[in-house]
């Protein structure tokens, strides 16, 4: 590489090698969690990885599907959670949605062949590159490569995208399914932000560097070889895919947290206008209030339901809390993927780092509080909540600690 890491644009090839990355997690059904808990986790894996070859070989979209020797010891499953979109927020405060993330770090190299006419358009940009790409996938992360022309300056939007639809197809075949974790619950990106074009250092004794590009918005992944698209992946997730893995899980955990604290904060809302509903209540004649007796009976049990799941709320947020903080400080400090972390995983960390170092539970314990003192039963209320809370949380971290 020339000095400060650039590519002399002199010497630029006129075909460029792009990847774009994402995390794409193999979400196992319950029953394939069953069956990988209680047999041999080797043969298990192996059996499931020959079912999804066999599914991808059967896609008429699908050229070849090849995978160097399997080591099991360096594989195994990882606990997951979807966004709050995907499920329940009873289910969220018990984490019993949670699944199990197959992995495998010899990474399943995809074939395929897709029309330009028949390949989605990502944000309807009509700038889908060519027919052809490659896959190199580990369970959680894939890399989508591709060549194209260097004659714009510009890396496609749409490039790569049918993959995802290639291997979400193919898991359904074998009763799995393709969780894509994306920066936020509401952005349709499947990959990262960042574009990589991969470039051949000459030198097989250097390691993998990530540096912004000057002429294109993207960046340059410096390469030991890059003999073919196959050895330019290969290279790439030797040096990505146990960060990458770590990232996944980071991010996981934090929209996790976020989730909560968005409940605990609904939770309290709803409390606080329940109460005052009664107090309303509370304030008319006797005879209105024997009319409303019923109404203000059972209002008062719904504020105990609520202000109990409140406080659950708080209990989940400074544990999860104290795990995200763990698991971020030592994101920066893998050997030799700073710059990978710079850039394509820095501005999603960053975002989650500053919301997550926001979220201030102060405000939601004055309040809950208030409300515990007002109650009538406000002791027994008190008593309740924190009794269902003690259980909870204890369930709770079994779950999340398993």
Same mark, same amino acid.
């Given at each position: 590489? &020339?000095?400060?890491?650039?590519?002399?644009?002199?010497?630029? $090839?006129?075909?460029?090698?792009?990847?774009?990355? &994402?995390?794409?997690?193999?979400?196992?059904?319950?029953?394939?969690?069953?069956?990988?808990?209680?047999?041999?986790?080797? &043969?298990?894996?192996?059996?499931?990885?020959?079912?999804?070859?066999?599914?991808?070989?059967?896609?008429?979209?699908?050229?070849?599907?090849?995978?160097?020797?399997?080591? $099991?010891?360096? =594989?195994?499953?990882?606990?997951?959670? $979807?966004?709050?979109?995907?499920?329940?927020?009873?289910?969220?405060?018990?984490?019993?949605? =949670?699944?199990?993330?197959?992995?495998?770090?010899?990474?399943?190299?995809?074939?395929?062949?897709?029309?330009?006419?028949?390949?989605?358009?990502?944000?309807?940009?009509?700038?889908?590159?060519?027919?052809?790409?490659?896959?190199?996938?580990?369970?959680?992360?894939?890399?989508?490569?591709?060549?194209?022309?260097?004659?714009?300056?510009?890396?496609?939007?749409?490039?790569?995208?049918?993959?995802?639809?290639?291997?979400?197809?193919?898991?359904?075949?074998?009763? =799995?399914?393709?969780?894509?974790?994306?920066?936020?619950?509401?952005?349709?990106?499947?990959?990262?932000?960042?574009?990589?074009?991969?470039?051949?250092?000459?030198?097989?004794?250097?390691?993998?560097?990530?540096?912004?590009?000057?002429?294109?918005?993207?960046?340059?992944?410096?390469?030991?070889?890059?003999?073919?698209?196959?050895?330019?992946?290969?290279?790439?997730?030797?040096?990505?895919?146990?960060?990458?893995?770590?990232?996944?899980?980071?991010?996981?955990?934090?929209?996790?947290?976020?989730?909560?604290?968005?409940?605990?904060?609904?939770?309290?809302?709803?409390?606080? &206008?329940?109460?005052?509903?009664?107090?309303?209540?509370?304030?008319?004649?006797?005879?209105?209030?024997?009319?409303?007796?019923?109404?203000?009976?059972?209002?008062?049990?719904?504020?105990?339901?609520?202000?109990?799941?409140?406080?659950?709320?708080?209990?989940?947020?400074?544990?999860?809390?104290?795990?995200?903080?763990?698991?971020?400080?030592?994101?920066?400090?893998?050997?030799?993927?700073?710059?990978?972390?710079?850039?394509?995983?820095?501005?999603?960390?960053?975002?989650?780092?500053?919301?997550?170092?926001?979220?201030?539970?102060?405000?939601?314990?004055?309040?809950?509080? =208030?409300?515990?003192?007002?109650?009538?039963?406000? @002791?027994?209320?008190?008593?309740?909540?924190?009794?269902?809370? @003690?259980?909870?949380?204890?369930?709770?971290? @079994?779950?999340?600690?398993?």
């Amino acid at each position: 590489m &020339a000095d400060n890491a650039q590519v002399d644009v002199a010497r630029r $090839p006129s075909r460029l090698t792009v990847t774009r990355i &994402a995390t794409l997690i193999w979400k196992m059904s319950p029953q394939q969690e069953r069956e990988y808990q209680q047999g041999d986790h080797g &043969a298990v894996l192996k059996d499931r990885l020959e079912q999804l070859k066999a599914a991808l070989v059967a896609d008429a979209r699908v050229r070849e599907v090849w995978q160097e020797e399997l080591d $099991p010891y360096y =594989s195994g499953i990882e606990r997951y959670y $979807p966004d709050r979109n995907l499920t329940t927020d009873d289910d969220i405060l018990a984490a019993s949605d =949670s699944f199990y993330g197959l992995y495998f770090t010899t990474p399943l190299f995809v074939s395929i062949n897709v029309p330009v006419k028949n390949q989605p358009r990502h944000h309807g940009a009509d700038d889908i590159p060519t027919d052809d790409y490659l896959i190199a996938w580990d369970g959680v992360t894939a890399c989508v490569g591709w060549q194209q022309e260097d004659d714009s300056g510009l890396l496609p939007l749409s490039g790569g995208h049918v993959g995802f639809n290639i291997l979400s197809e193919a898991l359904a075949k074998i009763g =799995s399914s393709l969780y894509n974790q994306a920066c936020t619950p509401e952005c349709k990106n499947l990959f990262f932000h960042s574009v990589g074009v991969l470039r051949d250092s000459g030198d097989r004794r250097s390691g993998t560097e990530f540096v912004a590009a000057t002429d294109y918005r993207g960046v340059d992944v410096s390469l030991p070889s890059l003999d073919d698209l196959e050895d330019g992946l290969t290279w790439l997730m030797l040096s990505i895919g146990l960060i990458a893995k770590e990232f996944s899980q980071l991010k996981n955990k934090g929209q996790r947290l976020l989730d909560i604290y968005e409940i605990a904060e609904e939770s309290t809302s709803s409390v606080v &206008a329940l109460q005052y509903s009664g107090m309303s209540m509370s304030s008319a004649g006797i005879g209105q209030i024997l009319r409303q007796l019923r109404h203000i009976v059972r209002g008062k049990r719904q504020i105990r339901l609520t202000l109990a799941r409140a406080w659950l709320c708080l209990a989940h947020i400074e544990t999860l809390r104290r795990q995200w903080y763990d698991r971020s400080e030592s994101l920066g400090e893998w050997p030799g993927q700073q710059g990978f972390v710079d850039q394509f995983l820095a501005g999603d960390f960053a975002d989650d780092f500053q919301r997550i170092g926001r979220l201030d539970t102060v405000p939601i314990r004055a309040a809950l509080d =208030s409300v515990s003192v007002r109650l009538d039963t406000g @002791a027994i209320v008190v008593a309740t909540a924190f009794g269902g809370v @003690a259980g909870a949380v204890a369930g709770f971290l @079994a779950a999340i600690l398993g």
